[in-house]
């Protein structure tokens, strides 16, 4: 079934669409991913312009991850006032973000920059999460209880100033902190498409020192509101927000977000963080092999 | 004075043999509206031949030729050239192109290089490798071919450019016809389809007819909503994908 998408201007098959958000809509339920680092490259790859496909990709996580943070909310899990000082940097980092944009499109750069930072971000925290997990695993299989690792923030964040106290997340921090860990995932996030989850969670994890139990939580809510404010600022900036495409895509997504959060449930969680690294490796493996291989298409046209 | 009306009588037939003969084309459709089902328009362009004095050539006439070269709205585009530097590959060179057309083209019933010289190819825009393209900056004559040749191959493969040779049939030397396909990835605007009627070597002469591609009902909306009322568009667009990622875990929530 053909469909004729109205900005990115060209026709596609809605059921590749829809099963593609499908698909990675299954892989965000089953890891609490967003799924947009996975979303734009595909959508790339089957033909759409890149600004499209980072515009509309960031509005579809968007709506994949209401229901995650409604769901988080009702069992407490989000840290309110953590959550806003993050999406406060967050919003001033998609508006920076698009500043940026701008500039490497007028130079012609910003297809290598996103591959570059793709590679660089899914590289290095799918490197460092294969080897956490099967660390894991093994400790698992041998019997050692794993030592609870003691939680403590980093010390260049204990010397920030403007100490404040998060009581659900169990910190007492400068909201500088999460203020500038915000603002870099708002960067990614116009830059992208992306949530920026699957950095967000460690950053909070291993630089904040955040208790577990609020960290999914929050991360989605600063999640929900960045990729909202990123989509804005594609509408009035590039005007690369493809409202059916978005609509395409959620349509696949919020179902299968659903069928693997109920898988989830059955599986090891070791196993699941290896899988997740396997994949994120993977699609960096492959982004990092584009640029070095000899592209289709040699010539690309832009329209000032 | 009946003398003259006489010899005018007379010479009717030459002065009306002196005159070219005339086309009378038409397309399928003169409005194509892009809707959500839209995947590409195929066109048919036909016509008549209208010989001086109504008599088609005979057998042992040269031939009588149709060309046909349906263009779409010119672009000032940027073309970029990629290049491996330190083992990737990014955008290098670039050029500057002020008009070049975004869809282009040409059926004709026989191949154009065995109807017109290289020249009269040149003049009608006759053949991808006769396309007028601008270059805006300076450029070097080997670069220009290059630039030329990529961008014509690219849009090539996107079937955004095309030659289609005995593409033209034409029904004893008077009735001609083709089919041209638009694929659904070109602009809206103002289409031209220009027919040209051709023989001996020389175009003797050419018709125009104007063909309009646009987005309508839907389609129209969202484009312009999202060009003119941006931050509504926008404020939509969040809107819409909060309500649907709500209500795919509210429904769910009940299994």
């Given at each position: ?20 958000g499908?698909?990675?809509g299954?892989?965000?339920g ?7 680092f ?23 996580v ?12 009702r ?5 309110v ?6 999406v406060?940097g ?8 698009a ?7 007028k130079?012609g750069?910003?297809?290598t ?10 590289g290095s925290?799918g ?11 093994r400790?698992a299989?041998s ?5 609870a690792?003691?939680?403590?923030h ?10 404040t ?10 909201p500088?902190?999460?203020?500038l860990?915000g603002f870099?995932?708002?960067i ?7 949530g920026?989850?699957?950095?967000l ?15 999914v939580?929050?991360?989605?809510f ?15 900036t ?17 179902t299968g977000a ?12 070791e ?18 092999l ?8 040699i010539?690309t046209?832009?329209?000032? | 004075?009946k ?8 010479l009717?037939?030459?002065l009306?043999g002196?005159?070219?003969?005339v ?6 459709q003169?409005?194509i509206?892009?809707v959500?089902?839209?995947t ?13 004095g ?5 057998p ?10 349906v263009?779409g709205?010119s672009?000032s585009?940027l073309?970029r050239?990629?290049?491996k ?5 990014v ?12 869809f282009?083209?040409?059926?004709s ?12 190819r040149?003049i ?5 490798d006769r ?14 071919s ?21 593409a ?6 008077v009735?001609?016809?083709?089919r041209?396909?638009?694929p ?5 605007g ?5 027919t040209f009627?051709?023989?001996?070597g ?7 007819r104007?063909i309009?591609?646009?987005?309508s ?7 312009s909503a999202?060009?003119?009322s ?13 309500l649907?990622g709500w ?7 009940r299994?």
């Amino acid at each position: 079934m053909d469909i004729y998408l109205p900005i990115a201007n060209l026709s596609v098959n809605a059921l590749v669409i829809i099963l593609l958000g499908g698909g990675v809509g299954l892989l965000s339920g089953m890891f609490g991913i967003g799924g947009g680092f996975l979303t734009t490259p595909l959508l790339i790859v089957y033909g759409i312009p890149p600004t499209v496909a980072a515009a509309s990709s960031a509005s579809q996580v968007t709506g994949s991850s209401v229901s995650g943070v409604s769901a988080h909310f009702r069992r407490g899990g989000v840290d309110v006032k953590m959550g806003a000082m993050m999406v406060t940097g967050g919003i001033f980092g998609s508006l920076f973000g698009a500043v940026l944009f701008s500039i490497l499109q007028k130079s012609g750069q910003i297809d290598t920059v996103i591959a570059i930072l793709y590679v660089v971000l899914l590289g290095s925290i799918g490197g460092l999460m294969f080897i956490e997990s099967i660390g894991a695993i093994r400790k698992a299989r041998s019997g050692t209880a794993s030592r609870a690792r003691k939680r403590r923030h980093h010390p260049l964040i204990a010397s920030l100033p403007f100490r404040t106290r998060f009581y659900a997340s169990g910190l007492y921090i400068s909201p500088l902190a999460p203020m500038l860990l915000g603002f870099c995932i708002g960067i990614l996030t116009t830059l992208l498409g992306i949530g920026g989850g699957f950095i967000l969670i460690p950053a909070m994890l291993y630089l904040l020192g955040m208790h577990t139990r609020v960290v999914v939580g929050t991360s989605l809510f600063q999640t929900l509101f960045v990729t909202a404010s990123a989509t804005l600022v594609h509408a009035t900036t590039t005007k690369s927000v493809d409202i059916v495409l978005a609509t395409l895509l959620l349509l696949g997504s919020a179902t299968g977000a659903q069928i693997g959060a109920r898988f989830a449930q059955k599986v090891t969680p070791e196993y699941l963080r290896l899988a997740l690294a396997v994949i994120v490796l993977l699609v960096g493996l492959r982004m990092a092999l584009g640029l070095g291989w000899r592209p289709d298409e040699i010539y690309t046209v832009d329209l000032p | 004075m009946k003398l003259r009306a006489l010899i005018l009588t007379a010479l009717l037939p030459l002065l009306i043999g002196a005159t070219k003969p005339v086309l009378v084309p038409d397309v399928s459709q003169r409005d194509i509206d892009i809707v959500y089902s839209f995947t590409g328009a195929d066109l048919l362009l036909f016509g008549a031949i209208l010989y001086p004095g109504g008599q088609a050539p005979g057998p042992d006439e040269p031939p009588t030729d149709i060309v046909i070269v349906v263009k779409g709205p010119s672009q000032s585009i940027l073309l970029r050239e990629k290049q491996k530097v330190a083992g990737i590959w990014v955008n290098a060179e670039s050029a500057r192109y002020r008009s070049v057309p975004s869809f282009y083209a040409i059926a004709s019933s026989r191949p154009v290089r065995d109807l017109v010289d290289d020249r009269t190819r040149a003049i009608y825009e006759f053949g991808l490798d006769r396309l007028q393209l601008s270059p805006a900056s300076g450029m070097a004559p080997d670069t220009q071919s290059r630039f030329a040749s990529g961008l014509v191959d690219l849009r090539k493969r996107a079937g955004l450019y095309y030659e289609a040779p005995d593409a033209v049939q034409i029904t004893d030397r008077v009735l001609y016809r083709a089919r041209v396909t638009i694929p659904a990835r070109v602009p809206v605007g103002k289409f031209t389809a220009e027919t040209f009627l051709v023989r001996d070597g020389r175009v003797l002469a050419a018709a125009v007819r104007d063909i309009n591609i646009r987005k309508s009902g839907f389609e129209r909306f969202v484009a312009s909503a999202a060009d003119r009322s941006s931050i509504l568009y926008g404020l939509a667009a969040v809107a819409l994908s909060v309500l649907l990622g709500w209500s795919a875990g509210a429904i769910w929530r009940r299994f």
